[in-house]
């Protein structure tokens, strides 16, 4: 029975992602907001995550890393050096690549030899995290902020930045110096599908480094489904 309400939650959060409204939006928003419908045999509580709302640990900026670990960690200092130990993980096979002070004592003829060498061989490439269950083992990670930070990481985005249209609160409240009325402000915006009204695009062109602009189409068609009913869980992706 419960496995059958299960199901019927998946059957029914696909259906609410396939059904646009007037604004062209889906009648369910994908930010991470708990939905509760009425299934054979009881009530689901639906949550749906669009991974482009979400922050890529691989390629987001450390600002950004650092704003969601801080709204967790026991300290900004915490929140901050996870951050930037990430960010120097990340790019840590590059920077190893380029040789380094070592090259400065070497002739022009070994240099310009090295250079065709290079030409003929890939760049090495920055470190990349392939699950996001490699956050758990890493050097300073904390378990219990790894726990409460993965909710808002995902491996997989277009180049990193975010789209406001699916971020959560937390992942909101990640932008650098954005104040607590402006996140409100955003979000009664998007719940009313009014992010295009001139005060949410004011806010959001304060932080267009870090969100996808209305012009932009490199959106993620991928989706995470988080369905409970009495009790179980089910977690599907698509």
């Keep these: 029975k419960t496995q059958a309400m299960l199901d019927a939650g998946l059957e029914i959060a696909v259906s609410h992602l396939l059904t646009r409204n007037a604004q062209g939006t889906t009648r369910w928003l994908a930010d991470d907001r708990t939905y509760e419908s009425p299934a054979p045999g009881g009530t689901v509580k639906i949550r749906i995550r669009d991974v482009s709302g979400l922050i890529d640990i691989n ?31 990340r790019e840590a096979d590059a920077k190893d690549g380029s040789g380094g002070a070592a090259e400065t004592d070497k002739t022009d003829e070994e ?40 909710p808002f990481l995902t491996i ?21 110096d954005i104040s607590p009325q402006e996140i409100e402000t955003l979000l009664q915006a998007r719940l009313g599908g009014t992010l ?20 932009d189409d490199e959106l993620t068609s991928m989706y995470i489904v988080t369905v409970e009913a009495h009790g179980q869980r089910v977690l599907s992706g698509s």
């Design 59 to 89: 390629k987001a900026d450390e600002r950004l890393l650092a704003g969601l670990f801080a709204q967790f960690a026991p300290s900004l200092n915490d929140a901050t050096s996870l951050a930037e130990a990430i960010v120097d993980w």
């Design 111 to 150: 240099s310009e030899n090295e250079d065709e060498n290079e030409d003929k061989e890939d760049k090495p490439a920055s470190r990349r995290f392939m699950s996001l269950t490699q956050l758990y083992s890493f050097p300073g990670a904390e378990r219990e902020l790894v726990s409460k930070v993965v």
């Design 156 to 176: 997989y985005s277009a180049d990193g930045v975010l789209n406001p249209v699916a971020a959560p609160r937390e992942v909101l409240a990640s932008l650098p």
């Design 196 to 215: 295009n009204s001139s005060d949410a695009k004011a806010i959001l062109a304060k932080f267009e480094r870090f969100v996808l602009s209305e012009d």
